[in-house]
C-alpha cells in the first residue's frame, strides 16, 4: 500500500444508513472521521422506505442526502470511492479504488450485502416495483392484490405465510423446489392459510405496459398476478473483514461476521454494524447498530488515550 499522511481517528466504509449513523455520533463527538462511500445501496430499487418512525414513505435517495448533509456539519468528511484492501500496522490502512490510502485507529465496516434474484425473466427488472422480497417493507402498499411468491428453496414457504397477512389471494409458484420437499407442517399451514400450492417451473414474469400481470409457467400456463414476492439469495461483502482475519459464522442467508451487541468484531478495533453484519438488518436497524457502534468506538478510543497518558 502507499504511505500517505492522511490519518482520521475513524474511517466507516460503506455510506449507508449504518455507516452514516456512526459518522454522525462519531462527528458530534469530534472525531475525525472518514466516510468512503461506494454509492451502492442495498435499498436503491426501492421508490420509497417503510417501517422507519417518523420517515415512513420517505425516498432511500432523499433519506441518505439528508444523512449526508447531517454528517458534513460536524465535519465529517465523505468520499466517493470503493475501499479495495485493508491491512494492519500501528493503525489500520485502507487502500482506496482511486490509489488514495487513508489511516485510522478505528474501523467502522458497513458494506452490506448485494442480493442474488431468481434467474427468471422479468424478475430483475420488476424489483422493488411489483416484484418484491420484504412484506413489511412493501406489504401495505400492495395490499389485498394478487400475491405470487417465487420459491427460491423450501423456507419460501415462511415467506408465503406471512403474506397472507396483507393479501387472502396468494399463490405459491414452487419454480424448482419439489412439493416433496415440503413437510406435512408445511403444506398443512398452507392450507389453513389459504395459499394455493402451485407445482411447475416458471418461465417468466408477464408484463403489460408498465404494470406485472401474471407470472407464466414452463408448460406456458398464465396464472394471473399483480405483485410478486421473492426471496433473494444474499450475498454479504465480507471480503475486507476476511483480510483481517474476522471471525465468520454461517446462517442460512450467509457468513457473516461474529460481532458483539456494540458491533465489535473478533478483530481489535474493527467494528460492523448494518447487513454486514445479517440479512434482515432494516433501516431501523441499521441506524441503530450503527449509532451503538459509533458511541463505543468514542468510548473506547477516549479511555485508550487516558490509559496511555498515565502509563506516560
Known sequence: MTET??????????????????ALVLGRARRRTLVVDAGEPRNAPAAHMQGYLSRDGMPPAEFLAVGRAEIARYGVELVRDRAVDVGRGADFAVELASGRTVRARRLVVTTGLKDELPAVPGVAERFGRDVLHCPYCHGWEVRDQAFGVLATSPASVHQALIVTQWSGDVAFFLHEVAEEDLSDDDLRRLAAAGVKVVPGAVAGLVVEGDRLTGVRLADGTVHDRDVVFTAPRAVPRTGLLQRLGAE????????????????????????????????????????????????????????????????V
Open 248 to 311: 465468520l459464522h454461517e446462517t442460512p442467508f450467509g457468513a457473516y461476521p461474529v460481532v458483539d451487541a456494540t458491533g465489535q468484531t473478533t478483530v481489535p478495533g474493527v467494528w460492523a454494524a448494518g447487513n454486514a453484519v445479517g440479512f434482515a438488518e432494516q433501516v431501523v436497524n441499521a441506524a441503530s447498530g450503527g449509532y451503538r457502534a459509533g458511541a463505543t468506538i468514542n468510548g473506547e478510543l477516549l479511555m485508550s488515550d487516558l490509559d496511555a497518558a498515565v502509563q
Open 5 to 22: 499522511s492522511e490519518s482520521y481517528e475513524v474511517v466507516v466504509i460503506g455510506g449507508g444508513t449504518a455507516g452514516l449513523s456512526a
